[in-house]
């Protein structure tokens, strides 16, 4: 086992008591340097060629739009279950099914800000005039990851300005307490050099190095899971670990959530990164098999169904066109098909029923009017891991 000192104690005055707050020591570890060991470097190969795996299993599908669409999502709603978040997959497409007008739950909400907030980013880095890898970024990134009811008291886009705390009720009787506020912006800005840092550590170990310094910093008043999880799929895209954000980590993290909470305990107070990051490895290795297992079913899956559907003796062209959007909007109705595919209801209507009858789409409503079709087979395997 490794110990280090990883950061100072400075006492801190809250409304009637001292306490501790915690200062970390810049990335990355010192005193004695990271110590990649023979299972540290293997856990290493094995997530490098799982992250190459996923990679593949990411172009292999046609449209990577609609695969990245329901990775994303995924991600999404695992992330927001860690916070008690109960929109199920069902509830999010059903949701997008919907026109523009309607009001998401909150749940519903707090999911799609995910999707929006990492969309921005990812655009951000992608452009050229855009935000570089920055505490702006991070900033801009949180503003829409806490956008609408439940963010909005916790002064979503701006770092802290009030002492927080880690579990208990208050600062005095906390597991943690994070740096205090005044000093966030000093911490915050060697946080962001190490973004940039000329250090040969392997990408994916500093990623997970940053993922902790985050959790520790806790430069939010919310949302600082679910942005630091957000930061370590950008980063591995943006250090061209993957082409695209495809690796949920949030599943491994809710999976062993107390696990993953006493890892960042450990980082933090022994020092012990070396710990943390073979129990990171391991879930990088762990969740991008599933994903490209997840990848691989619904590749098959959407190949199957179109070889049936062009054996269907009445397919026609405005059936395979709407057929190929289905993955991207898994619930339909006759309506939202005939915006699709720019056809006449009649046209929209004969789909459907083909689709049907090839045992593709199903109907959820059971009503006689405005009735739903879902692609139901596909929600499944998407559903299998999430719910
Ligand atoms: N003991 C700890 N030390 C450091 N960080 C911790 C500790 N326990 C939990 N965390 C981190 O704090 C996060 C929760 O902080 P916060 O409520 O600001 O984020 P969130 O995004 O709202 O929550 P969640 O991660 O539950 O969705 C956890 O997800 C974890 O990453
Ligand atoms: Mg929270």
Redesign the pocket.
Known sequence: MMTRITGQYVRQNTTDEQVQAFIPYPLPPRDPPLQLNAKIQALLHEAEQALIRLDLAGDMVPSLDWFLYAFVRKEAVL??Q??GTQATLVDLIAFEAQPAHTVPNQDVEEVCNYITALTYAREQLSSPTGLPLSNRLLNETHKRLMAGVRGANKLPGEMRRSQNW??GTRPGNA??VPPPPQILHDVMGDFERYFHADDDLHPLLRAGLLHVQF??I?P?L???????RLLVSLLLEHWGLLKKPLLYLSLY?KRYQTL??QH??IA?TDGDWERWLIFFLEGVITVANEATQCARSLFALVGEDRIRLMAHQHVHIAALRLFELLPRHPLITVASGIALIHATKPTVGRAVDILMDAGILVETSGRKRDRIFSYQRYIDVLRQEVD
Do not use: P, Q, V
């Open positions: 992330s927001s860690i916070e880690i579990g597991m943690y959790e520790t806790h939010y919310d949302g600082n899971g679910r942005l630091g993290f993953y909470y960042l305990n933090r």
